[in-house]
């Protein structure tokens, strides 16, 4: 979409299998799974949608998918496959050299996955060289005490991933909700993690919401489909009410960060139901 001098473009990193049950929380699979056709190990298929908003003078990635340093019990368990998000940014005209700003909304795995990649002699890297990382304090802080239930979540991101970072200088955290350029701001949503934030794009006649583990695929715009991931499901869901009021009011077009049969859609309401009317993000 083009925002009066912002072009904003949805970059996938392509897909991943997650365990339905995981994705739903406590919605019945007889429910869920009219939407999500599980595979015979009740995974569902998700996308991995970063967004890449190019200023007249940045930019910026907002999450950088599951990347390319895969352990290999974790191929096989999430059904992983080579990362596309380069490849994607390429064929938008990028390398990794042009992005100079990276936002991380989460530091799960298949948000912040990419933000270090392997060079040639093997050696662990930042994908993203001449990139300010941009990270909640209390994701960075949460990430260096974790805990039996944050691991699961977090997964294969690596603290030692973001010490890299930070010794390179790059390593920018935030505190609180923050403006990153002229109508972007991110706001701290953190029912699904510490530290979560989702990135509003407000510039008058437009405007795009990303919710990522806020509202992750279409079929948690429903309110009480709330994955078996977030740290505080209550937060979560009068989060979801409250964000999920406001784009349908003001007529946000909204980006899942997650959706793959459909990645991006404005709320509207018809006789007193919601629903969602999809947008071609190609």
């Not at 795995?109 to 392997?118: K, M, V, Y």
């Amino acid at each position: 979409m083009q925002l009066d001098n912002i072009q904003v473009r949805v970059i996938s990193d392509g897909s991943y299998l997650l365990d339905g049950g995981l994705v739903y929380g406590q919605i019945p699979k007889v429910v869920w799974e009219k939407d999500s056709k599980p595979d015979r190990q009740n995974r569902v298929r998700l996308g991995l949608n970063c967004l890449l908003i190019q200023t007249p003078d940045r930019n910026i990635l907002v999450d950088t998918g599951v990347g390319a340093r895969h352990p290999e019990r974790n191929k096989e368990l999430y059904g992983l496959s080579s990362s596309k998000l380069l490849r994607n940014l390429r064929a938008n005209g990028l390398t990794v050299r042009d992005i100079d700003t990276v936002v991380l909304t989460c530091l799960h795995f298949d948000h912040a996955g990419g933000i270090t990649r392997l060079d040639r002699q093997g050696n662990v890297i930042p994908t993203f060289p001449n990139a300010t990382i941009m990270v909640q304090r209390s994701a960075f802080e949460r990430l260096q005490v974790p805990n039996e239930r944050t691991i699961v979540s977090t997964g294969y991101t690596a603290k030692e991933d973001f010490e890299l970072i930070e010794e390179n200088e790059k390593l920018l955290l935030l505190d609180g909700d923050t403006e990153i350029a002229p109508g972007i701001n991110t706001v701290v949503t953190d029912g699904p993690a510490d530290g979560h934030q989702s990135l509003l794009i407000d510039l008058g006649s437009e405007k795009i919401a990303y919710l990522s583990d806020l509202v992750p695929t279409p079929s948690h715009v429903n309110l009480p489909y709330i994955t078996a991931y977030d740290r505080r499901p209550d937060s979560t869901l009068e989060q979801k009410r409250r964000f999920l009021d406001r784009i349908e009011r003001e007529g946000w077009l909204m980006v899942f960060s997650h959706g793959y049969t459909h990645v991006a859609a404005y709320l509207e309401r018809h006789r007193d139901r919601l629903t969602l009317r999809p947008v071609p993000t190609v």
